[in-house]
């Protein structure tokens, strides 16, 4: 009978992982996880916007709302980027970026006064991340977190 309850022991832990899984609460745990929390943030407001100058859908800021001559003046006149849009004059913006978690997604919100004047001009897309990003997430934060803890919670320890 001992191998019998090895067996049912296995299967509940198999649906109890499996459980954490379908309803989100797995997922939600890893992303709300400070360091890949923190890699989402980067990703947006370092990588995209700053550096490449892209919103979300990978769409170049410039391509459709490019400075003013009056902005490159004054991005020139402090030493920063004129080639693109970086959304950023002293990083408020940017250091206002949060999470909200749920259990079935994650929003990128900012909570810096101008968040919404720049969402009126720029579009919604500019929080979030592109495909290319979600694919790191996925790949560097997400599966090997799943996967360990898939072994916690089958094999013990968990």
Known sequence: ??????????????????????????????????????????????????EQGINRLGVDIMDYRPYTPLTIAIKEGKGQPTNRVTLRDEGDFESSFYLEVGDKQFEIKASDFKTEDLIKKYGRQILGLTNENIAKLIWQYVYPDLLTKAKKTIYGNG
């Open 1 to 50: 009978m001992a191998g019998l309850q090895s067996i049912i022991d296995l299967r509940n832990r198999v649906n109890t992982f499996n459980d954490g899984l379908t309803s989100g609460l797995i997922i939600r745990d890893i992303i709300d996880d400070g360091m890949t929390t923190a890699f989402i943030i980067d990703a947006n407001a370092e990588e995209q916007l700053f």
